[in-house]
């Protein structure tokens, strides 16, 4: 089972003549937790725009599951099982949690959707505030639902968009649990941040871009001594 | 002492006696859906204040049937829907013995739709679609002057001054259309050619490009359906690009205005009108002086629109000895009467006015005298129109 | 708590469905000629309400359909003596027609831009209408032979509005409604979450012409006449906007509310102050929208007195907590 489920060959892009990403390959490994790190402006969320399908590059394909998606549709891409969170939250305001998961459910059954939202919100134990507005979440909260409404496109891969960034220390640890079991369950977990702690001690498999550029790439501990990757971060 | 009797008697009957009046003679109400606001206000206030005009001296002849005549007026707004609504609350709510029309054929036609189904007498003093009256309704009778009458003169004028070739320039709107159309039909058949026919947009001011056009095709008459401010500009840039057709002739001119703002320029050019205050007709003089002196303006052709409604029904109520509905519009099916307008008369079958004839006015040293019909000239036409540098 | 009283949008339906009927038993013609005009309206904020409360694409055009309809129906009438009831389906027909095509194009515009085309577009319709004098009579208009009794077309009218409020009600609280919400709260979110967007934008924007273009026919029918400032008129646009907004965008009962309220309010101001009534008008909406962003509907809600929006999602998610428990 440790095939490849997304890879990147090759995406560069160019910004009004910026490099934003220059020739990146990335494969990322069915059932595992992928991460890519990078400052500020290193090109991660372009990179993650790019397989989502809400950009498109200049050279380069992406694949999912083996199918070349490099021209499909953000919606068509999501169909493939590729579900994303993302990183301003951009929950539904004027809708309570349950309705934001309900609103993306697959399927024609509403008991169904409601039933699998529910057993979502206790999975990631938010289940309380299912009727409260999206407009009036803290910002761990967003970050969980978010999760929680990818999850209900029952994804083969979950794109998270910065997951860690701006959480406390306690619900960094707690996502991170979800997430492992998510992996157990096999969902490929593949997230950009520049959380280092958690990046550096809970993937599979990192990738560390740098200025468009993949400087480094592997388990945690190559990475962790990789020279250019300490000069970049350190 | 006998003279203090008198006087003491003479001041008892005087107080009582419009209370005893009153109480023998109920009012006859006549229900109005007028547009005091939305883009028809302007034009119906005019309407309204020649309504009322009548209603006071009919009033001092006695009323109508010997019973004061009394108004009950809503807004419609300028709109035919609530026009629509007003008529039923008029009818049905205020029980009101007949209804006059707004002013203006979309309130008109949906007001008289409403008369009709109640079978309760409409005057239809301000609808000036012929449409309105080609329904078949039996209680609906037009006063107002129809939208073709102000084509009326031009086939005339164009027979005895042997216009071949016409253009035609308009600003875009209804009655432009309908006009144009009249116009079209009552040419058609005969040896003219209508040589420029162009609508242009509202707002427009530069009429350069169609005068070229005139310079080269040269149209012996230019018809213009234009507000004043085109017909100034028209006449304006005739005369800074050195053109003037044989024969110029507009509904704008004969709106004050246009002599005006347009000066010497506005001289000898030709209007569209449905009434003058100088109309040599029975009873005008009177009506121009005690307009004037209650309003203190010239009454223009709305004023005489509302005037004309009321002088019809006053005429009809006479004749018939009662406002009695079916009575009433038994008279009105056949009614000939002078007016302030000219004549009145109804077709048979559709009721529709036929009496009162369009006129053409010619500005002839900054005023307008009326040059057709023969029987209400003021003065004689001064045609064609001479060249600028012939003046 | 105080369940009772809380006011149910079922409740509200049946206590209007009963009024609607009974009403030309008991009023004047004047009632009923009142009341065709304001459901007339309703229908026209219900279906506006679709596409632009919830889907969230406001816009300026609607009233394009009942121009359309009213010239389909007035025209089938006229010529081929089309019963008007017959008339008005096939309007409603040709304002799906017209807007499938045109919601494809206009569809891709956003925000004020698709708000302003298509307030342009229905302009070109107007100068169509006028321009093509020969088939639809031009500034002169159409005169049909007026109906001898509103009754008929009263029922017909209110049916459609029962409708309308019952499928606006099926869909707040149906999935189908969330993603139209979703649309309205962030289009791309919507997208890259697998909500198929076009397809549900054109299909509500088809939708939400079919009712206002059968409107336009019927309307022609009650007046005995139709022109193109009467048929494409921006205040019939403007009014059912107003409506839309004082009751509640996106909301069951908002339409119904800001229908009902907004024709009262203007017909009693009126009567009475014919020179201010627009400007007090005016000032309404302004104060509304400033006071009550969400409408008379949501105020409702806060106060408890109505039962807050999508009922069903919360009772069904209600109902599986409590088994958990």
Not at chain 1, 133 to 150: C, F, N
Not at chain 2, 117 to 122: D, E, N, Q, R
Not at chain 3, 24 to 34: A, C, K, L, R
Not at chain 3, 240 to 255: C, E, H, K, S, Y
Request: aromatic share 10%.
């Amino acid at each position: 089972m440790s095939d490849t489920i997304v890879a990147v060959e090759k995406v560069s892009k160019r910004f009004a003549g910026r490099i934003a990403l220059d020739s990146v390959d990335i494969d990322v490994t069915r059932g595992s937790i992928t991460g890519v790190i990078g400052p500020n402006g290193s090109g991660k969320s372009t990179l993650f725009n790019i397989i989502a399908g809400t950009l498109r590059p200049d050279t380069g394909r992406v694949l999912v599951d083996g199918r070349n998606i490099t021209s499909a549709s953000a919606a068509e891409i999501c169909g493939l099982g590729v579900a994303r969170t993302f990183q301003i939250s951009r929950l539904f305001a004027e809708m309570t949690v349950l309705e934001n998961l309900v609103a993306v459910a697959r399927g024609r059954d509403d008991r169904a959707a409601i039933a699998l939202a529910m057993e979502l919100l206790e999975f990631l134990e938010i289940a309380d505030i299912a009727d409260r507005w999206g407009a009036e979440l803290s910002y761990g909260q967003r970050k969980l639902v978010e999760i929680a409404r990818a999850l209900m496109l029952q994804p083969k891969v979950m794109l998270l968009d910065e997951p860690f960034a701006g959480v406390n220390p306690r619900l960094q640890n707690r996502i991170v649990e979800h997430l492992r079991t998510l992996c157990a369950k096999g969902i490929t977990v593949f997230f950009i941040d520049h959380e280092m702690r958690i990046v550096l001690n809970e993937c599979d498999l990192v990738y560390v871009l740098a200025e468009g550029r993949l400087i480094a790439h592997g388990d945690t501990a190559t990475v962790r001594n990789d020279a250019r990757v300490l000069q970049a971060y350190f | 002492m006998i003279w203090r009797f008198v006087l003491a008697a003479a001041v008892t009957v005087a107080a009582l006696a419009p209370a005893a009046f009153g109480n023998a003679a109920e009012p006859v109400r006549i229900g109005v859906a007028l547009s005091q606001t939305g883009n028809l206000a302007d034009s119906a206030g005019p309407y309204f204040k020649g309504l009322d005009l009548w209603r006071e001296q009919a009033n001092a002849r006695g009323g109508l049937a010997g019973r004061p005549i009394e108004f009950v007026v809503y807004d419609d707004r300028s709109d035919p829907a609530t026009a629509a609504r007003l008529y039923e609350k008029l009818i049905t709510n205020d029980k009101v013995n007949l209804v006059m029309s707004s002013l203006g054929s979309a309130t008109a036609a949906t007001g008289s739709a409403v008369a009709e189904k109640h079978k309760v007498i409409m005057i239809n003093g301000g609808g000036a679609a012929e449409a309105i009256q080609q329904r078949g309704f039996k209680y609906v009778f037009q006063t107002a002057a129809r939208i073709s009458s102000y084509a009326d003169g031009i086939v005339p004028i164009s027979g005895k001054y042997h216009v071949k070739s016409i253009a035609l320039v308009s600003r875009d709107y209804a009655a432009a259309r309908d006009i144009s159309k009249a116009i079209k039909e009552s040419l058609s058949g005969k040896d003219v050619k209508v040589v420029i026919d162009e609508y242009f947009p509202a707002g427009t001011a530069d009429f350069s490009s169609q005068i070229a056009k005139g310079q080269q095709l040269q149209p012996d008459l230019w018809i213009g359906l234009l507000y004043p401010s085109e017909a100034i500009e028209t006449v304006r840039q005739f005369h800074s690009m050195n053109y003037m057709p044989k024969f110029f002739i507009a509904n704008g001119v004969s709106q004050e205005d246009f002599i005006t703002s347009a000066g010497k320029d506005a001289e000898y050019a030709l209007g569209m009108s449905l009434y003058e205050p100088s109309l040599p007709s029975g009873g005008n003089k009177e009506f121009v002086k005690t307009y004037r002196d209650k309003y203190g303006v010239d009454p223009g052709y709305y004023a005489a629109f509302g005037f004309v409604a009321g002088t019809v029904l006053e005429a009809a109520v006479k004749k018939a000895g009662s406002i009695d509905t079916e009575k009433v519009r038994e008279v009105l099916t056949t009614l000939k009467l002078g007016t302030v307008m000219g004549k009145h008369e109804v077709d048979p079958t559709t009721y529709m006015q036929i009496g009162v004839r369009g006129l053409v006015v010619q500005v002839q040293n900054g005023k307008r005298e009326v040059i057709w019909p023969e029987e209400y000239k003021t003065a004689e036409p001064k045609l064609p129109i001479p060249a600028w540098d012939k003046r | 708590m105080n369940r009772m009283k809380k006011v149910n949008s079922l409740g509200v339906a049946g206590v209007a469905g009963v009024a609607a009927l009974v009403l030309p038993f008991i009023g004047s013609d004047y009632t009923v000629s009142f009341s065709i005009q304001l459901l007339i309206f309703l229908v026209l904020a219900y279906s506006w309400n679709w596409i632009g409360g919830y889907a969230g694409y406001t816009h300026f055009g609607q009233v394009g359909f009942f121009g359309i309809g009213a010239y389909v129906g007035s025209l089938l009438n006229f010529h081929l003596g089309v019963p008007w009831y017959f008339a008005a389906i096939i309007a409603g027909l040709a304002g799906a027609l017209t807007a499938i095509p045109l919601g494809g194009a206009m569809l891709r515009l956003k925000g004020p831009f698709f708000a302003i085309g298509m307030f342009g577009l229905t302009r070109v319709l107007e100068a169509f209408a006028l321009g093509f004098d020969s088939v639809t009579g031009g500034g002169t208009g159409i005169y049909l032979k007026p109906v001898s009794d509103l009754r008929p077309v009263y029922y017909v009218v209110a049916a459609v509005a029962g409708v309308m409020l019952f499928l606006t009600w099926k869909l707040d609280n149906s999935r189908l409604g969330l993603k139209l919400l979703a649309i309205r709260e962030d289009e791309d979110a919507a997208e890259s979450l697998g909500i198929p967007t076009t397809r549900l934008k054109i299909g509500t924007f088809v939708a939400s012409a079919i009712a206002p273009a059968a409107m336009g026919s019927l309307y022609a029918v009650y007046l005995g006449f139709i022109d193109p400032p009467t048929a494409f008129a921006p205040n019939i646009e403007l009014t059912t906007i107003a409506m839309v907004l004082l009751g509640g965008m996106g909301t069951v009962l908002g339409p119904l509310c800001g229908a009902v309220v907004l024709s009262v309010v203007n017909e009693l101001l009126w009567a009475n102050y014919p020179q201010i009534y627009l400007a007090s008008v005016g000032v309404i909406i302004l104060l509304a929208v400033l006071f009550m962003p969400r409408g008379i509907v949501s105020l409702g809600m806060k106060t408890g007195w109505v039962t807050v929006s999508r009922p069903l999602f919360r009772r069904l998610a209600a109902r599986h907590g409590e088994a958990l428990s």
